[in-house]
């Protein structure tokens, strides 16, 4: 069954730009689903970040759309995430994950987590 | 503050049912959106519980069900066991917000 694992510094100094992978196995990254990024601030719940699909279509919540940007590299089988000026805010663990084509597909599998913590 | 609301904890004893609500709108659960659970073990990823409202992923045992009325859904266990204690989410997607939603999520004890 399809893996998933994310990469990427585990420390972003403030004002920074937050930059993480999501290498995809076991599955290709061209076929009919799409990739999405979500977070879980310490002690508190999800937060939905970014999906895209192989062709480059993508939705962004709108509360980060502005700091987010999503991308996809089919030759690598991953795609990647960049979040801009990071604040202590922005400290959470970030996982990938899959979900199906449509707006009520669920996420069926995802990446294990990255701890990413903001701090100087 | 979630989108779709969840009770924060729950507590049941060993064998017992329980039942977790998760309460949304008419932007989303109330507008036909399907929910959906997962359940987080601690410093795990979470994983798919409960799909389109009501079905279990395979390996998911007959224990777990869910149900839809109105702008609500549910989420029961039966015959609770040590390793259902949990946090247990429900997701769904806001036409309001044009985005997939999370509810706070239900910290699950087995006494």
């Known amino acids: 069954q399809v893996e998933l694992q994310e990469s990427g510094p585990g420390l972003v100094k403030p004002s920074e730009t937050l930059s993480l992978n999501c290498a995809v196995s076991r599955y290709s990254i061209i076929n009919t689903f799409y990739w999405a990024w979500i977070r879980q601030s310490p002690g508190k719940g999800l937060e939905w970040i970014a999906s895209i699909y192989h062709t480059g279509r993508l939705y962004y919540n709108p509360s980060l759309r502005s700091r987010v940007t999503i991308s996809v590299d089919t030759s690598k089988n991953q795609f990647s995430l960049k979040l801009t000026s990071v604040t202590a805010a922005d400290t959470a663990v970030y996982y990938c994950?899959?979900?199906?084509?449509?707006?009520?597909?669920?996420?069926?599998?995802w990446g294990q987590g990255t701890l990413v913590t903001v701090s100087s | 503050q979630s989108v779709l609301t969840q009770p924060p904890s729950m507590s049941g004893a060993p064998g017992q049912r329980v039942t977790f609500s998760c309460s949304g709108s008419?932007?989303?659960?109330?507008?036909?959106?399907?929910v959906h659970w997962y359940k987080q073990l601690p410093g795990t990823a979470p994983k798919l519980l409960i799909y389109g409202n009501n079905n279990r992923p395979s390996g998911v045992p007959d224990r777990f069900s869910g149900s839809k009325s109105g702008t609500s859904v549910s989420l029961a266990i039966t015959g609770l066991q040590a390793d259902d204690e949990a946090d247990y989410y429900c997701q769904s997607y806001d036409s309001d917000l044009s985005a997939w939603v999370f509810g706070g999520g239900t910290k699950l004890t087995v006494l």
């Open positions: 994950a899959r979900i199906a084509v449509g707006a009520t597909t669920p996420f069926d599998f």
């Open positions: 008419s932007s989303n659960i109330g507008a036909g959106y399907d």
